[in-house]
Structure formats: structure tokens, C-alpha cells
């Protein structure tokens, strides 16, 4: 099947800092979307993208959906304690009708 | 509003008994999936129902049936359970996506373990 990789695994940075985490696919996909898990919560939607090239910004959240549609990135700045979490990375196939997920970036927060 | 609600939120089975998840959601959406999630891997779709009266296989369907019962409801059943059945389930809904707006909305998860 599809495969996404989501890199890094885990990260532990310090309040105030700048995080980036990318997702890249051996498939194309139409739609990128990213979404963040809070512990014993399901996923919640952050941002979606929808054309090649596409940069997006929620607040403190930018993504973009890499040209060739086979990659996308999540920038999160000047984070802050709520920003942990695990942020999924998930790829939209062409009929609309099914998510293929990233394995995860656990997001650590020191105060 | 509750959204997409699951039942149960915990359970422990032992191998080999059945058991039924359900989901409900009250937005009215068309399609509804089950996903499985296992450290690491992310959420891997188990079934999905585009609409009322279909389901269709995703990328781990071995060991799983579903029923769309009505447009709110879609359970998820194991017949035989086995120890690599332990996981934590979702369920989520779509709506039928009107201009570019288009999301699935996720329940809170059902915790299984199977000994």
C-alpha cells in the first residue's frame, strides 16, 4: 500500500521555539492534510492543502504542499506548553474517499 | 452537537470472544470510516461507507466486519479476537464536501485489548 513517512519520530524543544516536521509519499496525492492527537483524544483537523505549491497558515501553523505532491511540511513557531501532542501527516487519494496517515511526530514542550 | 461518539471508550477481551464497537455521529455526514492505531504506525483504515447501505474494504480488513446500520450509525464488529487486534480504534465521519472544504471528523477512540 501507500506509504508516508513523517520524520522526526519525536521531538523535545524548549517553550519559544520554532518546530518543523515534513511527511514525504512514494505516491501523489491531491490533498495534504495535518492533524494533531491530544492523549486520549482522536485526531483533530490543523490545516489542509489542496494544489501543489501551496503554503497555509492557521495562527502559529504553516504548511505547505511540495510541488512534485509527494511531500509536505509543518512549521509550528514560537511554541508553547498546548502545542504538545502527536501531529499526523495524511494524504488524500484522487477519488476523495480515503486517508493514508504518517506515523506520527510526538511533540515535547519543555516550560 | 456531540460530534462522533464511540462505545466503549476501554474494553479487555479475551482471545477468541467477539465484540462490537459502535459509532455514531449526529452531523448528518454521508461517509463514515474505522481506522486502527498502533504506536508508530499512525491510522491505518479498516472499512469505510461512502453512504448508507455501503461499505468498502481499506488497508487492514483481516478479522473485521461492519455494518452501516443508518446514516448516523456504523459499528465495527470482531467475530474471533485476536492478541493482534489490540489496539485503539477510531471512527470518523465526512460530509459530502461542498467547494474545497473537506474533513474527517474523528471520535474519541475505543481502547482494546485482547489477552
Known amino acids: 500500500g501507500q506509504q508516508l513517512n513523517q520524520s522526526p519520530q519525536s521531538m523535545f524543544i524548549q517553550e519559544g521555539e520554532d518546530v518543523s516536521m515534513n511527511c514525504t509519499s512514494s505516491?501523489?496525492?491531491?490533498?495534504w492534510l495535518w492533524y494533531k492527537q491530544d492523549p486520549g483524544e482522536g485526531p483533530v483537523l490543523l490545516i489542509a492543502?489542496?494544489?501543489?505549491?501551496e503554503l497555509t497558515s492557521n495562527g502559529r501553523l504553516t504548511a505547505q504542499f511540495g510541488i512534485t505532491r509527494k511531500d509536505s511540511f509543518l512549521n509550528i513557531s514560537a511554541s508553547i506548553p498546548s502545542d504538545v501532542g502527536i501531529y499526523f501527516c495524511?494524504?488524500?487519494?484522487?477519488?476523495?474517499?480515503?486517508?493514508?496517515f504518517g506515523g506520527g511526530t510526538r511533540l515535547m514542550v519543555k516550560p | 452537537n456531540a460530534g462522533v461518539t464511540q462505545t466503549p471508550k476501554f474494553q479487555v477481551l479475551k482471545t477468541g470472544q467477539s465484540m462490537t464497537l459502535q459509532c455514531a455521529q449526529d452531523m448528518n455526514h454521508n461517509s463514515m470510516y474505522w481506522y486502527r492505531q498502533d504506536p508508530g504506525m499512525g491510522l491505518r483504515l479498516i472499512y469505510y461507507s461512502a453512504s448508507e447501505g455501503t461499505t468498502d474494504k481499506g488497508e487492514v480488513p483481516n478479522g473485521y466486519n461492519v455494518s452501516r446500520l443508518n446514516k448516523r450509525e456504523f459499528s465495527l464488529r470482531l467475530e474471533s479476537a485476536a492478541p493482534s487486534q489490540t489496539s485503539v480504534y477510531f471512527c470518523?465521519?465526512?460530509?459530502?464536501?461542498?467547494?474545497?472544504?473537506?474533513?474527517?471528523?474523528f471520535g474519541p477512540g475505543t481502547r482494546l485489548t485482547v489477552l
Open positions: 470518523a465521519s465526512r460530509t459530502i464536501p461542498v467547494g474545497i472544504v473537506n474533513t474527517q471528523y
Open positions: 492543502l489542496y494544489k501543489a505549491g
Open positions: 505516491s501523489i496525492f491531491n490533498t
Open positions: 495524511a494524504g488524500e487519494n484522487n477519488a476523495g474517499n480515503m486517508l493514508t
